[in-house]
Antibody, heavy 121, light 107 residues
């Protein structure tokens, strides 16, 4: 069974740091592009970051560029999001999402259940 | 960056109704649009990819159409289980962008 399980969320003060992890199983990890998506309380979905198969290519939303870093460990089947200089507006549920292959588009086929990040003093 | 405008923001319909949600991209994105359903308290799930391809396991009551800038998600016959918020995503090029969401309720 394909699974993505996020962890690492919690309560952090503004200006602090947090590292999210997404542990995966049930598929060949290195064959898939991956993303982080977040959802602030009561709000819509916001794409955060993308990483290619090898980890060489990464893209970020303007709202997190320069503060967040996406990375992956293809040997350990895990995806990460290092979040620095955290702000109140970063408060959200963070999801990892696997991109669908067998197509020329990048639909987010499989999602984890999410981990909650709260930024508050 | 490509912007996506989704409408309506909310929708109330009756069981059995045909429901349509639209997304418009700020520039042409070929077929690079997907649709997601998010039920309360759950993660989103993929319904439609490449604008019109039905994801495996998804009811055939859901269909997608469009290309270029204008896209549509249609639910052919509404069921109570369809109560959810629906999002489009332009996955043509990063930075990817979601529509604002459509909250669907049953009358």
């Amino acid at each position: 069974e394909v699974q993505l399980v996020e962890s690492g969320g919690g309560l952090v003060k503004p200006g602090g740091s947090l590292r999210l992890s997404c542990a995966t199983s049930g598929f060949i990890f290195s064959n898939y592009k991956l993303n982080w998506v977040r959802q602030a309380p009561g709000k819509g979905l916001e794409w955060v970051a993308y990483i290619s198969f090898s980890g060489r290519d990464m893209y970020y939303a303007d709202s997190v560029k320069g503060r967040f870093t996406i990375s992956r460990d293809n040997g350990g089947n895990s995806l990460y999001l290092q979040m620095n200089s955290l702000r109140a507006e970063d408060t959200a549920v963070y999801y990892c999402a696997r991109v669908k292959i067998e197509t020329d588009t990048d639909a987010f086929e499989i999602w984890g259940r999410g981990t909650t990040v709260t930024i508050s003093s | 960056d490509i912007q996506v405008t989704q409408s309506p923001s909310s929708l109330s319909a009756s069981v059995g109704d045909r429901v349509t949600i639209t997304c418009r991209a700020s520039q042409g994105i070929s077929n690079g649009l997907s649709w997601y359903q998010q039920k309360l308290g759950q993660a989103p799930t993929l319904l439609i990819y490449a604008a019109s391809s039905l994801q495996s396991g998804v009811s055939s009551r859901f269909s997608g159409s469009g290309s270029g800038r204008d896209f549509t998600l249609t639910i052919s016959s509404l069921l109570p289980d369809d109560v959810a918020t629906y999002y489009c995503l332009q996955d043509y090029a990063a930075p990817y962008t979601f529509g604002q969401g459509t909250k669907l309720e049953i009358q």
